[in-house]
């Protein structure tokens, strides 16, 4: 099978139809029409094999993963999904892979309204390459900038599974049945967290979404911010399938270093935080106030009223 054959068999009659889009998939470009009073937030993630997931992931999984973490990077930032465009490259063609990969792509796309609109396909080791476009109110876009002294930080959901779910796939770890199936796919399937982020506009100082780590993504937002924080580790939400498996430092270990949780750490300021109980209690999302803003440039964890450290930092490339 040729590329264009590859592109017009799994891909481009899949696509979702949104009004917005003048020209899709065909062309040397594709083109959109933005709304009004709108600005486009732009975020791109590559997704290589031995790097970023295994061979032997399912394909459906794959697909599915590499929009989601897009995504996240939308609802970090307030921002309603759109458009993609897709650079997939392929070792060889596997009729087999393709469908199931476009099968989890495509969940995920239709659920969150996003159309593909282009890329390219090559050959090479496996990789894949998201560009997903997506649009917020003018002034209303959430930023890792902006946290003032005394905010209070917040987390949704649970942290540290999926960093279980991948031991759990790799055989490194062994936990309960009934928690298994859970945690594998926490890590497979991650939330991005899309209407929380829209719902925090207007009310969060500050935010970014987890998937390095909170003690290592926490460091960009402060940086940002030019202040520090605390954060209070008994006060993470682990869920039971974490606290049940293993012990309660490594479970403070998997939701500090762990990643690829995808879900969104943000600041409040004390002003805002009845307003917070409500706008997210109608988004559905649980969410924990887990520290404060501080001044300084650096963040402190704390366990009991004492300096926690942790065992290792978060995921960095090139480190």
Known sequence: MKEFQLIENFFTNRSLSRRDVELSIGDDCALVQPAVNKSIAISCDTLVENVHFYPDI???????????????????????????????????????WLTEFSSGLFDAAEYYGVALIGGDTTRGPRS?????????????????GGAKNGDWIYVTGTIG???LGLDVIRGKRHVD??????LVNRHYYPT????AGQSLRGLASSAIDLSDGLASDI????????????????????????????????????????????????SVPEAQKGALETAL?????????????????????????????PNNIGFEHFS
């Open 58 to 96: 399912p394909p459906q999984a794959l697909g599915y993963k590499s929009l989601a973490v897009n995504l996240s990077d939308l609802a970090s930032m307030g921002a309603e999904p759109a458009w993609m465009t897709l650079a997939l490259t392929l070792p060889d063609v596997n009729e087999q």
């Open 219 to 266: 460091k960009h937002m402060l940086k940002r911010s030019q202040v520090g924080a605390v954060i209070d580790v008994n006060r993470l939400p682990i869920s039971s399938a974490v606290t049940d498996s293993v012990s309660k430092d490594e479970a403070l270990n998997y939701a500090l270093m762990g990643g690829e949780d995808y879900e969104l750490l943000f």
């Open 161 to 163: 599974d999926s960093a």
């Open 192 to 195: 991005p967290r899309v209407l």
């Open 128 to 144: 894949i390459t998201i560009t997903i476009n997506g649009q917020v109110p003018t002034g209303k876009a959430l930023t890792r």
């Open 177 to 182: 049945p009934e928690h298994h199936e859970y």
């Open 281 to 309: 209690a109608n988004a559905g999302v649980q969410f924990t106030q887990v520290g404060q803003i501080t001044t300084g440039d650096s963040v402190k964890l704390i366990r009991d009223g004492e300096r926690f450290i």
